[in-house]
T-cell receptor
Framework: DQQVKQNSPSLSVQEGRISILNCDYTNSMFDYFLWYKKYPAEGPTFLISISSIKDKNEDGRFTVFLNKSAKHLSLHIVPSQPGDSAVYFCAASGDGQNFVFGPGTRLSVLP | GAVVSQHPSRVICKSGTSVKIECRSLDFQATTMFWYRQFPKQSLMLMATSNEGSKATYEQGVEKDKFLINHASLTLSTLTVTSAHPEDSSFYIC????????????FGPGTRLTVT
């Protein structure tokens, strides 16, 4: 049973528009969340994190929103750029050290 | 979806001993497997890329003689931490690549190594 789910395997967005990537989790003990970006044949790159004491964290074009009651988080990218095309993984942890990863969502930003 | 397992999930060893971590793709053949190290609240660090039947490719700064990687079959890669030291204590994660698409990569659950 997947503890971290990313139900959209792929997403296409026009350049300049907003990209919204969603992630759901089942374990209520998770209190720290990360988003990674991954290009083919490369390791994941850390993007942004959020702890359960917050409901929003912003870093440049990237904003992560956390809804604890719904066990849902989302990553917003505004404005989307072609270089953002990659696979995005969310990951969750209950201790800040051991992380469970979602299956990823492939984002394609169309010029 | 594709499943990747790691064994053991947790291991505690004494300083100076060696530890082997297994990564298996359970329902697909993985032409390539990746090994990562996760630091607390930080990004994953790619350690090496393991191709079946050939030598692993190590990232800069990763000691190949300390972190031995063997990809003996299309479903199994092993990482052996030799002469472990407390600073090697970390969370090690593997991922497996199906080869059909560069984006299809599945992460294992990770192995927590503690060196005392």
């Amino acid at each position: 049973d997947q503890q971290v789910k990313q139900n959209s395997p792929s997403l296409s967005v026009q350049e300049g528009r907003i990209s919204i990537l969603n992630c759901d989790y089942t374990n209520s003990m998770f209190d720290y969340f990360l988003w990674y970006k991954k290009y083919p044949a490369e390791g994941p790159t850390f993007l942004i994190s959020i702890s359960s004491i917050k409901d929003k964290n912003e870093d440049g074009r990237f904003t992560v929103f956390l809804n604890k009651s719904a066990k849902h988080l989302s990553l917003h990218i505004v404005p989307s750029q072609p270089g953002d095309s990659a696979v995005y993984f969310c990951a969750a942890s209950g201790d800040g050290q051991n992380f469970v990863f979602g299956p990823g969502t492939r984002l394609s930003v169309l010029p | 979806g594709a499943v990747v397992s790691q064994h053991p999930s947790r291991v505690i060893c004494k300083s100076g001993t060696s530890v082997k971590i297994e990564c298996r793709s359970l329902d697909f053949q993985a032409t390539t497997m990746f090994w990562y190290r996760q630091f607390p609240k930080q990004s994953l660090m790619l350690m090496a890329t393991s191709n079946e039947g050939s030598k692993a490719t190590y990232e800069q700064g990763v000691e190949k003689d300390k972190f031995l990687i063997n990809h003996a079959s299309l479903t199994l890669s092993t990482l052996t931490v030799t002469s472990a030291h407390p600073e090697d204590s970390s969370f090690y994660i593997c991922s497996a690549h199906t080869g059909t698409s560069a984006y299809e990569q599945y992460f294992g659950p990770g192995t927590r190594l503690t060196v005392t």
